[in-house]
């Protein structure tokens, strides 16, 4: 029986016969891998209309340290500007309908000439009105509200004038934003406390369709939960602000937040989220069969660029002793001809170069698939479904990767290093010695000096093979190396 297997496996490989086999797996695994990803890239547009409508205005997203809760964040945040874009431009087209009698094409370019010359959107309306006085005499019944004309007019205006400021993000962080090309606008969070800002008269920059984002809201301690009296005590008005959200912005604003653990903000605040999610994992989404091709493009030009060292530098002939003469003593040094020729300037390298950045245009056009869990509770964070309760829905939102990374600044508290630097009144090196003093203060002098001239020489030697590695081509060679 075995040896009938046999047989019948040596017969199928001398045929040829499993190369159909191979060649018929690789097809269904590509056309397999095209299908993936293409369901990841229909499935943004629904991840669009899902952002847009259903997880309401103020969302607070939570995940373990380095989880992925700023990349969602990012992801989100382009995902609203595209539903914000398409939302102003409805409305354009919704009064283009319903006013008939208009030139829009004159109507528009009346607007930029105004926009371009710093005219605010209020301004404009007010002297456009006169120029169009019969046509926006009436008003709108769609059977559920009346509008007037006027009030048509003016939001067309309105819109026109806030796609023309091609920005919709304002962060408490540096942003990207992929959609218009722009960076975020400044977003202090002392504008959020209505009731500070309407008794001091400070600044109040927030327009409509904006998203608004505040990353890592647990650094600020104040409104942590054990601080509540501060809060109270306070009154600034966050919580208000919070409180009349959608009714301040006439539910075209979104509010994004990152928390590290959500129940320890503040509960009067937390408690306004419309959707906290939990970022359960997240993964990549992209060609893998491309990305394999070129791996193994990438594996065989390294593979000739090695033979190709061979050819050139043979064994044992690759590696040579030089002598030369630094500050009047001679050295000798080991160079290592293939690893040397390696950093060169080469046609191998620039052939590299190229598939290496295919492989990094390829990641960027991937798209990150995060399984969520929505909760509707702080308190419920991190529980678990169970036959009789229900704490959570469970949801996967697909983004391009390009909208989630290389958008925001992830390292955005760097800074304090640098500061603390600044400050620091030792060098490493100074606090080393320092404590190598500590350490050696029981050792004998002959000791020391053994130990200060070892260091001396190897500092010497250090100097020698980087002067020896510059000048290696034009140094010749005095014997070979025995390598046993």
Known sequence: MIQDLLNLLQSFLVSGRWMYLVAIGAVIFVIFDILRFLHSKDNYSTTVGIVGRFLGYIMYITAPIRGGKTSLMNGMSHAIQEHLIGELQSQMQRTQVIITTIDYNQLDQDIMARYEQGMKPVAIYEQLKEVYPFDLVGSYDDGLHVISYLDLFAMYIYSLCRLLDNNF???????????????????????MEVKLQHEQGGPYPIERYNVLMEDDQNIDSKKESHNHYVIAKEDAGKNLWLRIFGHLYKETCYYLTT?????????????????ILFVESFSHVELQS????????????????????????PWPFNKRKFRFEENGSS????VDYPKEYRKRPSL???VDRVVLVLQERLFSRSYLRFKLRKYSKAEEVGRLNSANVKYYDEMILHFPTRYCFGVFDTHAFAFVHELLKRKSS????????????????????EDMAAIA????????????????????????????????
């Open 259 to 275: 928390v590290q653990e959500a129940d320890r903000i503040v509960k009067v605040e937390r408690e306004l989220a419309t959707s």
């Open 348 to 350: 191998w390298k620039k």
């Open 426 to 445: 030792l060098t490493y090196e100074e606090v080393a010695e320092h404590l190598m003093f500590l350490a050696n203060d029981h050792k004998s002098p």
């Open 169 to 191: 993000v304002m962060s408490t962080q540096p942003a990207y934003s992929r959609i218009t090309g722009t960076q975020a606008k400044d977003l202090k969070t002392e504008w």
């Open 453 to 484: 001239s070892k260091g001396e020489q190897m500092l010497r030697r250090g100097t020698s093979v980087a002067a020896a590695a510059a000048k290696a081509d034009d140094l010749q060679p005095v014997d070979f190396i025995d390598h046993h």
């Open 331 to 334: 050295e000798s040094i080991l």
């Open 290 to 313: 491309l990305r394999f091709i070129l791996n193994v493009l990438r594996l065989i030009i390294r593979i000739m660029f090695t033979m190709f060292l061979w050819i050139r530098y």
